[in-house]
């Protein structure tokens, strides 16, 4: 059974930083690649950045490039999104994804190509 679990949110100023991280279990986690996701209040879910499986390729959504870069550790089972220079339109719940096939060549975008979904982690920025 596939367990993506985040870390703990918070609260934080604009202007500041947070890493959130999210713990794989269940499966080869790094035979898949994994993806970040963020969901406002009375929004739809939208894609905020995602890594290949081997870590070498990584995407990052227009809104969030330059601020936020998400990365992993293999040996770890982890993957991290490190969000500095956070502004209050950043205020969302965060959701950590694991891809549906091992080895894609890719990084995708599509929440349909995620498998396997984090119960969320609330980020409030205050201006």
């Known amino acids: 059974q596939v367990q993506l679990v985040e870390s703990a949110g918070g609260l934080v100023q604009a202007g500041g930083s947070l890493r959130l991280s999210c713990a794989a279990s269940?499966?080869?986690?790094?035979?898949?690649?994994m993806g970040w996701f963020r969901q406002a209040p009375g929004k739809e879910r939208e894609f905020v950045a995602a890594?290949?499986?081997?870590?070498?390729?990584?995407y990052h959504a227009d809104s969030v490039k330059g601020r936020f870069t998400i990365s992993r550790d293999n040996a770890k089972n982890t993957v991290y999104l490190q969000m500095n220079s956070l502004k209050p339109e950043d205020t969302a719940v965060y959701y950590c994804?694991?891809?549906?096939?091992?080895?894609?060549?890719?990084?995708?975008?599509?929440?349909?190509?995620?498998?396997?979904w984090g119960q969320g982690t609330q980020v409030t920025v205050s201006s």
């Open positions: 269940g499966r080869s986690f790094s035979n898949y690649a």
């Open positions: 890594i290949s499986w081997s870590g070498a390729s990584t």
């Open positions: 994804a694991g891809d549906t096939v091992p080895f894609r060549s890719s990084v995708v975008a599509d929440a349909l190509q995620y498998a396997y």
